[in-house]
Each structure stands twice: as structure tokens, then as C-alpha cells.
């Protein structure tokens, strides 16, 4: 059987760990090749090598708030890869604060990575997917929320703003593209173990537990199945949807 993503190029931001790592591994396994965007070129190499699909993942290491560095990377993808079919934006920073100390700075950082590179990396996609291309013009984009951009929640001010903005970015994206044959897709994942939620306390954690209706964490592989799926053409007539993924937290 020909692979699902078999002959499709995809270019995943965030991808050294936790769930673009997940998601890059899920889309190369389904046969496509994935460039690996990250910051730090030694856990993309180290990535690579423990994924089990090194011959397909390749690293693209750059920094997703660089604007010069993020159109430079996908000027590789299309030189390397010959066409781009599939982004997935999933790099992202969570920092929490009471509103009094949300710092000027703070607020930069996050809006920067999580909601203005987003859109940047949309703008690139965009002009590649609607090259002309074997099997047509046309792609998909899935961009990661959260489901602190749907319901908010204490002290993610800045986090939660960025993380609706992404899907106010995806609704209407989705909307002017659609006609050109691209999909824009948002997850919008509950709380999920990776690198970024490790630090919670133990007793927020149980709360947030407690509220979840299947009773535990997400993992990354938890995340990656829906992307795939998103990416693929079973999902060729979806569009502008933000896809929950948190075992019953929003409902
Ligand atoms: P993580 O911290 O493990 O991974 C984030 C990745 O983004 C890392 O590889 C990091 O290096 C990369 N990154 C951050 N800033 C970057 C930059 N400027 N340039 C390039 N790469 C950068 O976190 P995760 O949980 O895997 O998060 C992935 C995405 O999922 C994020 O957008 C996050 O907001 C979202 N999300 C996570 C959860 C959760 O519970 N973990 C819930 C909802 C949404």
C-alpha cells in the first residue's frame, strides 16, 4: 500500500521535542518528507537520530521569531523538497503571570512566537502551496491553539490572548485561501505532557486533572494522529475547523 503522505513535503516548526516532535515523526512515518524547524541544531540532530525515520526528517534549524531566518528556511524547504504541501505551526512559549506582572516583554515574547510568527510562516506557506505543482496548487496548514484560547484560564493572559488570536488567524485564513485548494486547520490541545507543562505543581495539575473526563494527561501521540489526519487528503473537504483535542476537558 502507497503511504498516506507518500510524495508530500511538510515543514513542521518546534519539532526538537514534545509534540511537533511527535508530529513530525507521525507525518514522515505516513511517507512524507518533513523538515524539522528548531532553534537548537544538536536536539535536532539528536531528534532525528532517535526517531526512526531519520532517512525522511530533515533538520531545518531557525528561530521562528527571526522574519529573515523563517523566509530563508523556507527558501531551503522549496530548493530541498521541490514544493511545500504541508506546515504544521507548533512552535510555541507559554509564560504565566498574575495581569500586574505581565511584563511589556513578556507579552512581546509570546505574541512574537506564538501568533505574529504563525501568521509569517502562513504568509511563506501560502505563497508555496499555490505554486503549481504535481497532483495541483493547494496544502495544508495546521496551526496549534489551545484550549486556553477557547475558554481562558487563570493567569495566561498573554498566553491565552495569543493562542485565540491563532484561531481568529486560522477562521479567516481559512476563508481567503480555500478557493487556491489550501486548507488551514487549527488543534487546539488541553493539557498535554511535554516540556512545557512539566513545571506545573503538583496540586494545580490535580485540579486540571480532575476537570479532564477521561482522567488523565494527553501525550504528544495523542496530538499527532489528528494532524496526520489533517494533513492527509481524508480531510481534503476541512477547513477554518478548530479540533479539540483535551479527553473531555471542553465539551
Ligand atoms: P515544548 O515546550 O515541549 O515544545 C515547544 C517547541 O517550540 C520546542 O521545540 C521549542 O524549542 C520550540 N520553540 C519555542 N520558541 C521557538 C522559536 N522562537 N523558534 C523556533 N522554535 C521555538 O511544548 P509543547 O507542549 O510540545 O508545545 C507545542 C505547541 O503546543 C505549542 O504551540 C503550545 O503552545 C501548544 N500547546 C501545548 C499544550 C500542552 O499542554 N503541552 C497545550 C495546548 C497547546
Known amino acids: 500500500m502507497i503511504p498516506a503522505l507518500d510524495g508530500k513535503v511538510a515543514l513542521v516548526t518546534g519539532a526538537t521535542r514534545g509534540i511537533g516532535q511527535a ?4 507525518l514522515a512515518a505516513a511517507g ?3 523538515f524539522a524547524g528548531g532553534r537548537n541544531e544538536a536536539a535536532l540532530a539528536a531528534m532525528i537520530a532517535a526517531s526512526g525515520q531519520a532517512g525522511r526528517i530533515h533538520p531545518l534549524p531557525f528561530d521562528v521569531t527571526d522574519a529573515a531566518a523563517t523566509k530563508a528556511a523556507f527558501m531551503a524547504v522549496q530548493k530541498q523538497g521541490g514544493r511545500l504541501d ?3 505551526n507548533n512552535a510555541g512559549i507559554l509564560k504565566d503571570a498574575p495581569i500586574e506582572m505581565t511584563g511589556a516583554d513578556m507579552v512581546a515574547e509570546t505574541w512574537s512566537t506564538n501568533l505574529t510568527a504563525t501568521l509569517t510562516c502562513c504568509q511563506l506557506a501560502v505563497r508555496l502551496m499555490a505554486r503549481p505543482k504535481d ?7 495546521i496551526n496549534m491553539a489551545s484550549i486556553i484560547g477557547r475558554m481562558g484560564f487563570p493567569f495566561h493572559a498573554a ?10 488567524l ?6 481567503e485561501v480555500a478557493a487556491r485548494g489550501i486548507r488551514v486547520n487549527a488543534i487546539a490541545p488541553g ?9 506545573i505543581p503538583p496540586d494545580k495539575r490535580e485540579a486540571m486533572l480532575a476537570r479532564i473526563g477521561m482522567g488523565r494527561a494527553g501525550q504528544p501521540a495523542d496530538i499527532a494522529p489528528l494532524a496526520l489526519f489533517l494533513a492527509g487528503d481524508g480531510a481534503r473537504y476541512i477547513t477554518g475547523q478548530v479540533i479539540g483535542v483535551d479527553g473531555g476537558l471542553v465539551v
Not at 486560522?170 to 476563508?175: G, Q, Y
Not at 493539557?191 to 513545571?199: C, I, K, N, Y
Open 135 to 141: 497532483g495541483g496548487p493547494g496544502g495544508s496548514i
Open 159 to 168: 498566553y491565552g490572548a495569543s493562542k485565540a488570536g491563532v484561531i481568529g
Open 170 to 175: 486560522t477562521l479567516s485564513l481559512a476563508k
Open 23 to 26: 508530529i513530525a515523526v507521525e
Open 86 to 88: 504541508i506546515l504544521v
Open 32 to 34: 512524507a518528507t518533513v
Open 191 to 199: 493539557l498535554v505532557d511535554t516540556d512545557m507543562t512539566a513545571g
